[in-house]
T-cell receptor, first 116, second 115 residues
Framework: ETGVTQSPTHLIKTRGQQVTLRCSSQSGHNTVSWYQQALGQGPQFIFQYYREEENGRGNFPPRFSGLQFPNYSSELNVNALELDDSALYLC???????????????FGSGTRLTVV | AQTVTQSQPEMSVQEAETVTLSCTYDTSESDYYLFWYKQPPSRQMILVIRQEAYKQQNATENRFSVNFQKAAKSFSLKISDSQLGDAAMYFCASFYGGATNKLIFGTGTLLAVQP
C-alpha cells in the first residue's frame, strides 16, 4: 500500500508566476484535500476534491484552484504568485466523502514553495 | 467559528519522563472527531491518536493517551516514557462533518526531548 506522494519537494518561483503542485493519493482513497502551512503555523484548509469535484473550500482567493483526476490524483494551481504564498503545501487523502474521518487522513511530505 | 487552540508553543521533557500537551477547541457541533498529529522534520503529518466525540472513554495508543473533557472542550495528549524519537511538532486538530468537512488545526507545540 503506497502512501501519499507529492511533487516537487521544493520549488522556487518569482512573484507573479504560476505554479502547479502534484499529489498522488493513497491507494483506495478517493478524497484529496490541500492545506497551506506557513512557517510556524498550523495547516490551513485550501480545498477538497471528491471524485473529481470540489466539495469544500477554505478562505483562499480564486487564484488557488485545483483538479482531481479519474485515478484520484490531484493538482493544486496557484496563479499570480505573491510573496505570502511562500509555505509548505500539504496534500492529504482519505476514503469517503463524509463521515470517513475516522478512516483517517494520510498526509504527504509536502511541497515547500518559496516565492521571491 | 470553529477553532483549535494550543497554548504551549514549546515544551521540553526528559527522556523516559511523561509530558502532557494541551489543546482546547470551540464548536457548537455535537458530532466531531479530534486528533493529535506529529510533524517531524521530514514534514509529513503522522497521526498519533484520535478520539470520537461521542465516546466517553479516552483513547490510548501504546505510550500515547488523551484526556478528553467534552464539557470543557479540552483534549490533552499525554506521552509516557518519552523517547528521543518523540521530538517533533505536535498539532491538535478537529474534524467536523456536514458543511465543514475539513480538519482544523491548532498552531502546534514543539516538543523537545532531552537525553
Amino acid at each position: 500500500e503506497t502512501g501519499v506522494t507529492q511533487s516537487p519537494t521544493h520549488l522556487i518561483k518569482t512573484r507573479g508566476q504560476q505554479v502547479t503542485l502534484r499529489c498522488s493519493s493513497q491507494s483506495g482513497h478517493n478524497t484529496v484535500s490541500w492545506y497551506q502551512q506557513a512557517l510556524g503555523q498550523g495547516p490551513q484548509f485550501i480545498f477538497q476534491y471528491y471524485r473529481e469535484e470540489e466539495n469544500g473550500r477554505g478562505n483562499f482567493p480564486p487564484r488557488f484552484s485545483g483538479l482531481q483526476f479519474p485515478n484520484y490524483s490531484s493538482e493544486l494551481n496557484v496563479n499570480a504568485l505573491e510573496l505570502d504564498d511562500s509555505a509548505l503545501y500539504l496534500c492529504a487523502s482519505r476514503l469517503g466523502y463524509r463521515g470517513g474521518a475516522m478512516g483517517g487522513y494520510t498526509f504527504g511530505s509536502g511541497t515547500r514553495l518559496t516565492v521571491v | 467559528a470553529q477553532t483549535v487552540t494550543q497554548s504551549q508553543p514549546e515544551m521540553s521533557v526528559q527522556e523516559a519522563e511523561t509530558v502532557t500537551l494541551s489543546c482546547t477547541y470551540d464548536t457548537s457541533e455535537s458530532d466531531y472527531y479530534l486528533f493529535w498529529y506529529k510533524q517531524p522534520p521530514s514534514r509529513q503529518m503522522i497521526l498519533v491518536i484520535r478520539q470520537e466525540a461521542y465516546k466517553q472513554q479516552n483513547a490510548t495508543e501504546n505510550r500515547f493517551s488523551v484526556n478528553f473533557q467534552k464539557a470543557a472542550k479540552s483534549f490533552s495528549l499525554k506521552i509516557s516514557d518519552s523517547q528521543l524519537g518523540d521530538a517533533a511538532m505536535y498539532f491538535c486538530a478537529s474534524f467536523y462533518g456536514g458543511a465543514t468537512n475539513k480538519l482544523i488545526f491548532g498552531t502546534g507545540t514543539l516538543l523537545a526531548v532531552q537525553p
